[in-house]
């Protein structure tokens, strides 16, 4: 048997939908930028700027992301959508760190 989810509840889950895909947005900008002038073909970013920049931004965006993401879940199972967005957070940034240090 099913509980219908209470009003608060949905309002809830809307405002972290909507923070996601805000915060997200960014956070896939800054990713992309960073790793195309990591792993680019050119020389569009010949000092780097991007990838310095882009590897800050997203790692501030990203923990931004990293604690949003788990309101999208019902409040039973935003402990693991907490522990599972860290651990998703965690990887994504060891390799842009990587990223940045081998360029």
């Known amino acids: 048997m099913t509980s219908t989810p209470s009003p608060?509840?949905?309002?809830a889950r809307i405002v972290g939908i909507v923070l996601t895909v805000l915060v997200g947005a960014p956070f896939l900008l800054f990713t992309w930028m960073a790793l195309s002038s990591r792993f680019g073909l050119g020389s569009a970013d010949p000092h780097g700027y991007a990838l310095i920049f882009g590897?800050?931004?997203a790692l501030v965006a990203g923990i931004a992301l990293a604690l949003v993401v788990?309101?999208?879940?019902?409040?039973?199972?935003?402990g693991s959508a907490y522990l599972?967005?860290?651990?998703?957070?965690?990887?994504?940034?060891?390799?842009?760190?990587?990223?940045?240090i081998t360029a």
């Open 8 to 11: 608060a509840g949905r309002g």
């Open 70 to 78: 788990p309101l999208m879940f019902r409040s039973g199972r935003r």
């Open 55 to 57: 590897t800050f931004l």
């Open 84 to 100: 599972g967005s860290l651990i998703v957070y965690l990887l994504v940034a060891a390799a842009l760190i990587v990223s940045l």
